[in-house]
């Protein structure tokens, strides 16, 4: 993996940036396409399409929970996932969005009360 700096078009800076191997599932099949993951998504994210990788933040945050690298560049609350059933962390993003770090679903920000 090719960890790299890019300017965001989304959130205005740049930003860490990594591509992924290309995957080749088998000798007959095409190679899928490098994915890109952005390792600074988060509260300055505009919520909407990702310039980047052109996908939508949640896409994102989901991609960067299946790479398997560590997370601390996301900023994440400790709340009650009804997928996992379980007290799970969620990452902040896009202003009012936040997504299951475990099972990568995204929904609107719970308000703090
Ligand atoms: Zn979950």
Request: aromatic content about 4%; glycine content about 8%; charged content about 20%.
């Amino acid at each position: 993996m090719i960890q790299q700096h890019m300017y965001c078009n989304g959130c205005h800076r740049d930003v860490r940036v990594l591509m992924t191997d290309p995957v080749e599932e088998d000798a007959q099949a095409n190679v899928r396409d490098p994915e890109l993951i952005c390792l600074e998504i988060g509260e300055w994210c505009n919520g909407q399409l990702c310039p980047l990788g052109a996908s939508a933040p949640s896409a994102m945050v989901t991609r960067l929970i299946h790479s398997g690298l560590p997370l601390d560049s996301l900023t994440t609350v400790r709340r009650f996932c009804q997928d996992c059933g379980v007290d799970s962390d969620f990452a902040l993003y896009g202003g009012n969005m936040e997504s299951c770090v475990v099972c990568g679903t995204s929904r609107l920000r719970l308000k703090a009360d």
